[in-house]
């Protein structure tokens, strides 16, 4: 059983930095394809980066690029969002999510099957 859980989120000043991580297991993780997506209160669940099973191919929401950073240690198992320069509208929840294809990458919540319990990021003005 493929289980996902993210770390790191919490209460950052505008500007700040936060990196956050998500620690799979139940699942081999090398051949997985990670992703983050976030939800801000009463709005649609977004994209936010995501990155291919090897770590070659990385892709960004425009709203990030540029401030965040995917990576991923296929080692550790841990998929991880360095996170700078943030913004009150950098405020949500924020999900890491898992598709078992190789050398793919994608920006659409459904394509991705498994799923973290989300961890809280709120930027204070």
């Known amino acids: 059983q493929v289980q996902l859980v993210e770390s790191g989120g919490g209460l950052v000043q505008r500007g700040g930095s936060l990196r956050l991580s998500c620690a799979a297991s139940?699942?081999?993780?090398?051949?997985?394809?990670m992703a983050w997506f976030r939800q801000a209160p009463g709005k649609e669940r977004d994209f936010v980066a995501a990155?291919?099973?090897?770590?070659?191919?990385?892709y960004y929401a425009d709203s990030v690029k540029g401030r965040f950073t995917i990576s991923r240690d296929n080692v550790k198992k841990t998929a991880y969002l360095e996170m700078n320069s943030l913004k009150s509208d950098d405020t949500a929840v924020y999900y890491c999510?898992?598709?078992?294809?190789?050398?793919?990458?994608?920006?659409?919540?459904?394509?991705?099957?498994?799923w973290g319990q989300g961890t809280q990021v709120t930027v204070s003005s």
């Open positions: 990155i291919c099973n090897r770590g070659i191919q990385r």
């Open positions: 999510a898992a598709e078992a294809r190789s050398r793919w990458l994608s920006d659409r919540e459904y394509e991705y099957r498994n």
């Open positions: 139940g699942l081999t993780f090398s051949t997985y394809a």
